[in-house]
């Protein structure tokens, strides 16, 4: 059973439902995204992800845009991003991480390289947001073959085909986008999201993460309310941003723990 399960079936056994934040390894500095990481567990996150910086990244608005040019910035590419992850697990076996980026860094690196480097480190997911699952078996299947669970999207336009082929490609847990639009924006409709979780849950037993929009707590507990998890993203790197190096791991604690509250009442 890979961490990714096992922190699910956790979770379910005990009627809690799953807090997944994430930020950009490098941002603000390269020395601070393991101690981000151990502040947000310490906070009451379940999973982490961690975003690999890339020039282009087109899923994503202008906060993590910015956080990703910062970490640039620093130097910080893919291989750093593997050995922060290790670094991570010399005081964390437990914790399920997951990378989330785009597939060129992965390509440049090669598929099996990059693979291999994951699995090495102890990563236990990968989301690729430009690799459609029918575009990408071969790396599905090495990733699945280490125990790396590839994780795909799903939006409010899939249609009921594509549900299904998600959930055939997919490991781990789906990835709801809860919105039409870029990470970051403030127009999520809660209602929305409750009329489309019971299809995708008709297709498949993965638990179901919903991100995009949510900002605080009151947001993230309607919405699992219907989901088995909710990512947080655009928020903690607001929060990043605004604190600065010196004060980002304090700020992190305090924004996620209203929200770990939340999702336990």
Known sequence: MSRIQARFEALRK???????????????????????MRALVEAGADILELGVPFSDPMADGPVIQRSGERALKHGVGLADVLGMVGEFRKQDPDTPVVLMGYANPI???GIETFVAGAKAAQVDGVIVVDYPPEECAQFAALAKEQGIDPIFLL???????????????????????SLRGVTGAASLDLADVAAHIPGIRAATKLPIGVGFG?????????????ADAVVIGSRVIQEIEAAGAEHAVARVKELLRPIRAALDT
Do not use: C, F
């Open 155 to 177: 939006a409010p336009t899939s249609t009921d085909l594509r549900i299904e082929q998600v959930a055939r490609a997919g490991s781990g847990y789906l990835y709801y986008v």
């Open 14 to 36: 005990n009627g809690r439902k799953g807090l997944i934040p994430y930020i950009t390894a490098g941002d603000p500095h390269p020395s601070l995204t393991v101690p981000l």
């Open 107 to 109: 390509e440049a690196m």
């Open 214 to 226: 949510i900002r605080d707590a009151e947001s993230a507990r309607r919405v699992a309310q219907t």
